[in-house]
């Protein structure tokens, strides 16, 4: 009996995952989505059926069912992320950098001028940054779904006043949304956006409305150096293998956690990599932000509030999100 239950649970299980794939990934458009769906379904309430009854027909329907997972498995093995799309416009570009010496040239630094989310002026630039003129680094938390849901960006501050934000976001084609869903099921590419702090902080404070708080990160100067080139390494390499992103495990916050534990090792797991409205309290119990204020004024100062149209001088518009 035990046994059963827990074959009919694994086949329930199946079910619910290829119809989702199906539907976010089968050709054919909502028909044909809708048909692959209906096909699969009926395959599995099959072979459920089959487990609890002694029918003549009992043993096709296992070899059938068998069949058509592997079928199903072996379709989702073709499908590979592409950096040949139709992109949406604030994601059209890749970052490449290179480097020589100290100074880092990053190629496609975005730096918008938004007068709303579907209003906005394109512009991408190239920028020099000197890596021994590197002074902080902040975390910002862009809050969209609630106190446990946040975007995470990390801003880097050189000497002469300037930013620059490196964000891990999907890739959007043109006309797409995002979906926490969708994301389990290859439906968007990872990319490494760098853009001014006019650009990504501005367009989340503003125009999206979200809460953007901005925390200043305890680091010492080879680990943020360190950090600053794995951004760059791992949007060199994106240009040359491109990567499906993943809801869990390929997101804005656990790529940073690698990066981040791959230069001061032994940084714990926990639950709030994942729900990373959380990271405050994490970085704050693993002594990343300042400890001898608590918490709660560190969260008011971060606090960066409703934005209006940005200077133009992306220096100037730094200076006053800080005070």
């Not at 379904?41 to 059938?64: D, I, K, N, S, Y």
């Not at 069949?67 to 592409?82: D, E, F």
């Not at 389990?184 to 590419?189: I, N, P, R, T």
């Amino acid at each position: 009996m035990v046994g059963r239950v827990l074959l009919t649970l694994l086949l329930a299980g199946s079910a619910l995952w290829g119809c989702l794939a199906l539907a976010y990934q089968a050709p054919g458009g909502n028909w044909g989505k809708g048909a692959a769906g209906v096909a699969w379904t009926a395959l599995c309430v099959v072979a459920m059926v089959a487990v609890w009854r002694a029918a003549p027909w009992r043993r096709r329907a296992g070899w059938a069912y068998v069949v058509g997972l592997a079928l199903l498995c072996a379709w989702w093995q073709t499908l590979a992320p592409s950096n040949d799309r139709i992109w949406a416009d604030d994601v059209a570009r890749m970052l490449r950098g290179s480097v020589q010496g100290s100074v880092v040239t990053l190629q496609n630094v975005r730096n918008f001028d938004w007068r709303a989310d579907d209003d906005y002026t394109v512009r991408w630039e190239t920028r020099q940054y000197d890596l021994d003129q590197l002074v902080s680094v902040d975390m910002a938390l862009s809050y969209w779904d609630g106190p446990a849901i946040a975007h995470t960006l990390v801003s880097f501050g050189f000497a002469d006043g300037r930013h620059v934000v490196f964000s891990v976001e999907i890739r959007k084609e043109r006309g797409e949304q995002f979906s926490e869903i969708g994301g389990f099921f290859k439906q968007f590419e990872l990319s490494v956006v760098a853009a001014e702090e006019r650009d990504i902080l501005y367009v989340r404070a503003g125009p999206r409305d979200e809460n953007v708080y901005l925390y200043p990160v305890h680091m010492p100067p080879d680990a943020m150096r360190r950090l600053f080139l794995s951004y760059v390494d791992t949007a060199n390499a994106l240009t040359t293998t491109p990567r499906f992103y993943h809801t869990v495990t390929a997101n804005c916050t656990t790529l940073v956690y690698h990066m981040v534990n791959a230069i001061v090792p032994g940084l714990p797991l926990d639950y709030r990599l994942l729900l990373s409205g959380y990271l405050p309290e994490y970085l704050y119990e693993q002594g990343g932000l300042d400890p001898s204020v608590p918490l709660d004024a560190l969260r008011k100062r971060a606090a960066v509030g409703a934005l209006t149209t940005p200077e133009e001088n992306p220096v100037a518009f730094s200076r006053r999100i800080r005070r």
